[in-house]
């Protein structure tokens, strides 16, 4: 059984503080990680997406992915009320078969002004 | 770019009619569409992987002859509710794959049946 592990949250964090989103995974053979932004009543919105190990950063949000051990995270600097969402973690594990996502239950992320 | 639209957006029916909901991919060819289901405050469940031209997957419990699922063209995809029920009453989201590995969501429809 392929799983995403996610803290449910809800995360809290001040505005303009930077937010740590976790992820971690079963499959040591998953290749490809993505980060979707859900904002309540609407669909998933991809924010990043990494393949290699280290960091991708893009804007405010830097992606981190460390495959020995499992693990991907999702960084927002300066973060501001309108990322309050809650924020998926998906994945795409080994075997290929039509590119399969599979998710994590998400985490809520509260910005508080 | 990677636009994926839903049509309609919301629909309300009747307890035994069914509903088809439409899935396009805008600007770009989707090798792969999926279908999803979300309930309220709980996660994205997959339903069925559809490629254009073939019989779409359907995941574990999902029944497959009231979920239908065509895939016609690289841009369109469609799931049909048969003889809705209230249980049926859900987001259904589609997502796109292009050529690359990355999923594209459609806005989402909302079923509500009567």
């Known amino acids: 059984q392929k799983e995403v592990e996610q803290n449910s949250g809800p995360l809290s964090v001040p505005e303009g503080a930077i937010a740590s989103l976790n992820c971690t995974y079963s499959?040591?053979?998953?290749?490809?990680f993505f980060w979707y932004r859900q904002y309540s009543g609407k669909s998933p919105e991809l924010i990043m997406f990494?393949?290699?190990?280290g960091d991708k950063e893009d804007g405010r949000f830097t992606a981190q992915l460390n495959k020995a051990s499992q693990y991907v995270s999702l960084l927002i600097r300066d973060s501001q009320p309108s990322d309050s969402a809650t924020y998926l973690c998906?994945?795409?594990?080994?075997?290929?078969?039509?590119?399969?996502?599979?998710f994590g239950k998400g985490t809520l992320l509260t910005v508080n002004p | 770019g990677a636009v994926v639209s839903q049509h309609p957006s919301w629909v309300i029916c009747k307890s035994g009619t069914s509903v088809k909901i439409e899935c396009r991919s805008l600007?770009?060819?989707?090798?792969?569409m999926f279908w999803y289901r979300q309930f309220p405050k709980q996660s994205l469940m997959l339903m069925a992987t559809?490629?254009?031209?073939?019989?779409?997957?359907?995941e574990q419990g999902v029944e497959k002859d009231k979920f239908l699922i065509n895939h016609a063209s690289l841009t369109l995809s469609t799931l049909t509710v048969t003889s809705a029920h209230p249980e049926d009453s859900s987001f259904y989201i589609c997502?796109?794959?292009?050529?690359?590995?990355?999923?594209?969501f459609g806005p989402g429809t909302r079923l509500l049946v009567l």
């Open positions: 600007d770009f060819q989707a090798t792969t």
């Open positions: 990494i393949y290699s190990n």
């Open positions: 997502s796109a794959r292009s050529q690359q590995e990355t999923q594209y």
């Open positions: 998906a994945v795409i594990g080994s075997g290929g078969s039509n590119y399969k996502l599979t």
């Open positions: 499959d040591r053979g998953s290749q490809s």
């Open positions: 559809s490629n254009e031209g073939s019989k779409a997957t359907y």
